[in-house]
């Protein structure tokens, strides 16, 4: 039912807002994509509902590389970005996913879609609380729709919430006085003692900023040497630090420009060059698959002094966006173990030459 809602928040959000985003409507939706020549999709429009079907049926690969398509053409539209993220999200890809609706989120702050789908991927997360605002928050963008308190129900019933939980879901069925989901997840929660206790999901590792700094974090993650992504998430959106072994290996976060297009701009490689690195990295449809630097070295390893370059400066950049928030959460979810990459950097080194840095520059500005 999720992905169908979204879709319906998307149209809601046209009709509210007639010149936003003009020429990615979506056209009639397409009945069977299984007999359609996926190369052969003539326009974005097409290509958008094809993409989204697509991803409906379990066909990620497809999905998501029709939809990345759209996207490199519509970089500054934030439904077209949201669309993409879904299709990560449904293909288990949830830190690209986290990444894309917070990029959203980015170029249009009140995009439902986009909230909504922050909100998913807390929940996948177990960010119980993170999701529950984001739901808050989409039920207040879209409030003729079901999907924010019906997720919002959802997830504050896992919390014990449940008379919240039973308000929400109470709200949800009056949008949708049809929908057997919303009414069977009512009548369950309904059917339960209203003082009735339920074990709050198991955390992971995970704390609020405010007790928390984040090179204390890291450093941490360092002296414990964990492998796996810390997600920081705040108002601004949710950026993510990976790391093997304590080493950091990328950051992203909202409004810092993605490694690969970083290395396209600068001619570093070639547009085909990126595509055919992405695809290796897609074709992992784990959730935290070989960082895009350490792929492109493999197949050009003369590049390797410029990728170092890159890849630390996008991690500083990172960094330094999540440093200026002055409030939100983090949660560390460990990955597969595995061997160091190739390019990665001592976290303590780097956060080192972050705040030298920082000195220097408040240093040139106090003397002008």
């Known amino acids: 039912m999720l992905r169908p809602i979204l879709s319906k928040l998307r149209e809601a959000r046209r009709r509210r807002s007639p010149d936003s985003d003009p020429g990615v409507a979506l056209p009639p939706a397409i009945d069977d994509p299984r007999g359609t020549d996926l190369d052969g999709a003539g326009t974005d429009q ?6 989204i079907t697509l991803s409906r049926d379990g066909r990620h690969a497809e999905a998501i590389r029709l939809l990345s398509e759209v996207a490199k053409r519509w970089p500054g539209v934030a439904a077209v970005q949201a669309d993409l993220a879904m299709a990560l999200f449904s293909a288990g890809q949830l830190e690209e996913a986290l990444w894309g609706f917070s990029e959203a989120l980015r170029l249009d702050p009140r995009s439902a879609q986009a909230r909504c789908g ?3 991927a ?3 997360l177990e960010r119980w609380q993170e999701a529950a605002e984001a739901f808050r928050q989409t039920e207040s963008l879209a409030p003729d729709q079901a999907v924010g308190p019906f997720n ?3 997830v504050l019933s896992a919390l014990g919430e449940h008379d919240e939980a039973r308000r929400a879901l109470l709200r ?3 949008l949708a006085p ?3 989901e919303i009414h069977e997840a009512l009548t369950s929660l309904l059917a339960q ?3 009735a206790e339920t074990a709050t999901p198991s955390g992971r590792f995970s704390g609020d900023l405010g007790s928390f700094g984040l090179p204390e974090i890291l450093e941490f993650m360092r002296v414990q040497q964990k492998t796996g992504s810390l997600v920081i998430s705040s108002r601004q959106g949710a950026g993510i630090v990976r790391l093997v072994q304590g080493r950091l290996t990328s950051v992203s976060a909202p409004g810092v420009q993605r490694l690969g297009e970083t290395l396209v701009s600068r001619g570093i490689i ?3 060059d990126l595509d055919a690195a992405l695809a290796i990295q897609r074709a992992d449809l784990r959730q935290t698959s070989e960082a895009l630097g350490s792929v492109l070295l493999r197949k050009r390893p003369g590049d390797r002094e410029q990728l170092n370059q890159a890849v630390l400066q996008q991690i500083l950049d990172g960094l330094a966006e999540m440093l200026s928030w002055r409030e939100g959460a983090f949660s560390f979810h460990a990955g597969t173990p595995a061997e160091v990459p190739a390019i990665s950097f001592d976290t303590q080194s780097v956060v080192m030459e972050f705040f030298r840095m920082t000195d220097d520059k408040s240093s040139r500005s106090s003397s002008t």
């Open 172 to 174: 949800a069925a009056t």
């Open 118 to 120: 922050l909100g998913l």
């Open 122 to 124: 807390y929940q996948r």
């Open 152 to 154: 919002l129900g959802l």
């Open 46 to 51: 097409q290509m958008t509902t094809l993409g």
């Open 270 to 272: 070639s547009r085909s």
């Open 178 to 180: 049809d929908d057997r």
């Open 193 to 195: 003692p209203a003082n």
